[in-house]
């Protein structure tokens, strides 16, 4: 059973940045691949950016391409998401996820296996 633990959000004026993390239970942090998506009132839950295990490759919404860096830290077991230049469409309830397999696309929240409980941002404009 993998745990993960987001945390970072907060309140943040328009133009402003955040850094959340996402901290896992387990000896093999390091063979996940690890998802940040998020959810908006009234919305469905959507991908924003993944950062894979081998040679840790990033791919990004491209909505947030260009502004959010995801990194990862695997000494400390976490997962960072670094978000610039946040706007008012930003606002949401920011999810990290785990997937135990290797491959997969990554861009979509059904191949994940494991979830955080979730750490809220707000952009004000």
């Known amino acids: 059973q993998v745990q993960l633990v987001e945390s970072g959000g907060g309140l943040v004026q328009a133009g402003g940045s955040l850094r959340l993390s996402c901290t896992a239970s387990?000896?093999?942090?390091?063979?996940?691949?690890i998802g940040w998506f998020r959810q908006a009132p009234g919305k469905e839950r959507e991908f924003v950016a993944y950062?894979?295990?081998?040679?840790?490759?990033?791919y990004y919404a491209d909505s947030v391409k260009g502004r959010f860096i995801i990194s990862r830290d695997n000494a400390k077991n976490t997962v960072y998401l670094q978000m610039n230049s946040l706007k008012a469409e930003d606002t949401a309830v920011y999810y990290c996820?785990?997937?135990?397999?290797?491959?997969?696309?990554?861009?979509?929240?059904?191949?994940?296996?494991?979830w955080g409980q979730g750490t809220q941002v707000t952009v004000s404009s």
């Open positions: 387990g000896p093999t942090f390091s063979s996940y691949a």
């Open positions: 950062i894979r295990t081998s040679g840790g490759s990033t």
């Open positions: 996820a785990a997937r135990v397999l290797y491959g997969g696309t990554l861009r979509h929240k059904e191949e994940y296996d494991y």
